[in-house]
């Protein structure tokens, strides 16, 4: 395939709008896997098996939402000797997973934004649009679900909303079905005719640059390593050296994802052996050690050395947690799969840590909440872990008097009342959030936020809509912009958010600079013990109610004892909170520090 014959692009949306079904369905339609066969008598489940061939992790299809971006090859014949190679990239759609968006991005030159029919315009229509176009991408409108809207009217909102979105005319807007493959045909047709074919091959010679963006761990093989090609050719047999790290290795094996890897090397056309200019594609060098393969390295060929390519920033982590084994023998096994699980998503730092109470375990830092808690299901998921989190902090910025900075990743680090004294600002990370609702909702949702801490910024109407219309959904529709601590938003706020909303509003937020903030130290006692792994780090205006909440929680999730608990929140010496526990009345022999980790665990106590 030639460059013109080529097309790099990914699939934006909101989640829940299709992106993965669309996905899937493309890829059935070009014959990349198997479509399930028109039988009327087939049974349910074993269609449900050929869908979402493309979310593959465990958690990924339970909860219905994308983590790792995979690619995919198809090839799509339009008509006879008129084929084009696809690339196609699965895009995350939640924002704890924007690096992984940010790194798939860069090997596209276009990208179909769908909307959902029933729900039009939502937060990450709008945040995804700004990173594609922030790229130069052509963007593809879409409106998806098109079965569901029917004729009510829904549909042609949504096309009129993601039109004057992306100021195009309404008749470019695609109107589709991903679930039963209606108007998808024409999504492949405006790929190929509206994306622009990645750069030309260069005249003769052009020396290799090879952008790694994902890989992953074969027991067999070693690393195997998911590259987009910027400029010349990778073939097997080559010799290849790592910009970052100025090792070499030889290429044992090259291919494509389609959807599986597919090699090939040992192609029956010489000319296909090879992965050229504009091409996704994986290799394996023999690279044993996954510390090796770095995300975002470049490769050139061993003799001909080449300046790396202008990589993706890697996302600071914004929530920090402990992760501890359940099972108090379990710190190796635990160690190895938190190993072998950051292989897969570096956007996790690592850390170990000890706590009096949980014994020996790890600092991790992730992007979000969500992230954090998808982590912890991979971990049990894939590698049979059972694990305490503790709660979870933002990073903290601590500015002392002397003139230094320190970076808090964790609560027991924070200053007590006396610490203090020492220190002239304490700093927490912002964020700016889009919320885009009804309007209806809106006093709510402003009710909610200033709760949270929040200063509203801007409210923009998204539609007019009609103010008499029975339906929701047709409502008029405001983007609301507000500045809120980051640290409000990682436990409730996104749930709370919903259901305020009845689901209608739809929620996404970017990074904004540090703030100067009234931050204390909260410590939980029991029995006048210290528990080191239980501090928070509270806003003070907050500390009476997460005081009491957390001494009334604790109660519930630590067993009786012979003798009497009492459990105190405190700053400093100042109690804010008690709580005591009533002694059994029997004797009863029980492993104290396990049964209580236990029950940490069974309520979610931590998290
Ligand atoms: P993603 O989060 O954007 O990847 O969305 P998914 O592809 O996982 O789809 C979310 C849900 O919408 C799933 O339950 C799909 O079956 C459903 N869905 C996707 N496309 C359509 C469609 O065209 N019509 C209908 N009725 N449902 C759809
Ligand atoms: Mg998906």
């Excluded at 196609?88 to 276009?110: A, I």
């Excluded at 992306?166 to 405006?190: F, H, Q, Y």
């Excluded at 190796?332 to 730092?349: H, M, P, W």
Aim: aromatic share 6%; glycine share 8%.
């Amino acid at each position: 395939f030639p460059p013109e014959r080529i097309r790099n692009f990914g699939v934006l949306a909101h989640i829940d709008s299709g992106k993965s079904t669309l996905s899937d369905r493309m890829l059935e339609m070009t014959g990349t896997i198997r479509k399930p066969v028109a039988d009327p008598n087939r049974l349910a489940t074993e269609e449900a098996k050929n869908e979402q061939v493309l979310d593959t992790l465990k958690v990924e299809r339970e909860r219905g939402i994308t983590v790792r971006a995979q690619s995919a090859t198809m090839i799509y014949t339009k008509a006879a000797n008129d084929s084009y190679l696809l690339n196609l990239v699965d895009t995350p759609g939640h924002v704890d997973f924007s690096s992984e968006l940010l790194r798939s991005l860069l090997s596209c030159q276009g990208a179909v934004l769908l909307v959902d029919a029933g729900q039009g315009i939502q937060a990450q229509t709008l945040s995804v649009l700004d990173e594609a176009l922030s790229r130069g991408l052509t963007v593809v409108g879409a409106v998806n679900k098109w079965d569901l809207v029917k004729d009510d009217g829904r549909g042609e909102a949504a096309v009129q909303e993601l039109s004057d979105l992306l100021g195009c005319d309404p008749s470019e807007i695609l109107r589709i079905s991903a679930k039963t493959g209606w108007g998808v045909e024409s999504v492949l047709e405006a790929i190929v005719e509206r994306i622009p074919p990645p750069p030309p091959i260069p005249s003769e010679g052009e020396n290799l640059r090879a952008l790694a963006f994902d890989s992953w761990y074969d027991s067999f093989r070693g690393v195997v390593s998911l590259v987009s090609i910027h400029e010349g050719e990778l073939r097997k047999g080559d010799s290849i050296t790592s910009t970052t790290t100025g090792k070499s290795y030889p290429v044992l094996d090259i291919g494509i994802l389609s959807p599986g890897e597919l090699s090939i090397a040992t192609h029956l056309d010489p000319d296909s052996r090879v992965l050229r200019k504009g091409m996704v594609g994986w290799f394996v060098c023999g690279m044993k050690d996954p510390k090796e393969a770095f995300l975002g390295d470049t490769f050139h060929l061993t003799t001909a050395p080449m300046p790396p390519l202008e990589t993706f920033k890697p996302l600071k982590p914004m929530v920090y947690a402990g992760i501890y084994p359940l099972d108090p023998g379990g710190f190796g096994k635990l160690e190895d799969a938190i190993r072998r699980l950051t292989l897969t998503d570096r956007s996790v730092t690592v850390n170990r840590e000890s706590s009096s109470f949980l014994g020996q375990g790890f600092r991790l830092g992730f992007n979000g909440s969500l992230h954090m808690d998808v982590f912890r299901q991979r971990l049990e998921d894939e590698f049979d872990e059972e694990v305490i989190v503790t709660r979870p902090l933002v990073p903290v910025k601590i500015i002392y008097k002397d003139g230094t900075e320190k970076t808090i990743d964790n609560p027991a680090d924070f200053p007590d009342p006396g610490g203090l004294l020492k220190v002239t600002q304490v700093m927490e990370p912002m964020i700016r959030a889009t919320i885009v609702a009804p309007d209806e909702y809106m006093g709510a949702i402003m009710s909610l936020c200033t709760a949270h801490r929040g200063i509203p910024i801007s409210q923009t109407y998204l539609s007019t809509g009609s103010t008499s219309s029975a339906s929701t959904a047709l409502k008029p529709r405001v983007s609301l912009i507000f500045s809120l601590p980051l640290s409000s938003i990682i436990t409730t706020f996104h749930s709370n958010l919903k259901s305020i909303s009845s689901g209608f509003a739809s929620f996404d937020y970017e990074e904004a600079p540090y703030e100067v903030s009234d931050l204390v130290r909260m410590n939980i006692l029991v029995s006048g013990q210290k528990i080191d792994a239980l501090c928070t780090v509270v806003h003070r205006s907050q500390v009476q109610k997460e005081g009491r909440d957390w001494a009334a929680r604790l109660r519930e999730a630590i067993p009786r004892q012979q003798h009497e608990v009492v459990i105190q929140a405190a700053v400093g010496t100042n109690i804010l909170a008690r709580e005591r526990i009533a002694p059994f009345r029997k004797m009863k022999l029980l492993s104290k520090q396990k049964v209580g980790k236990a029950r940490l665990k069974e309520r979610n106590m931590c998290v």
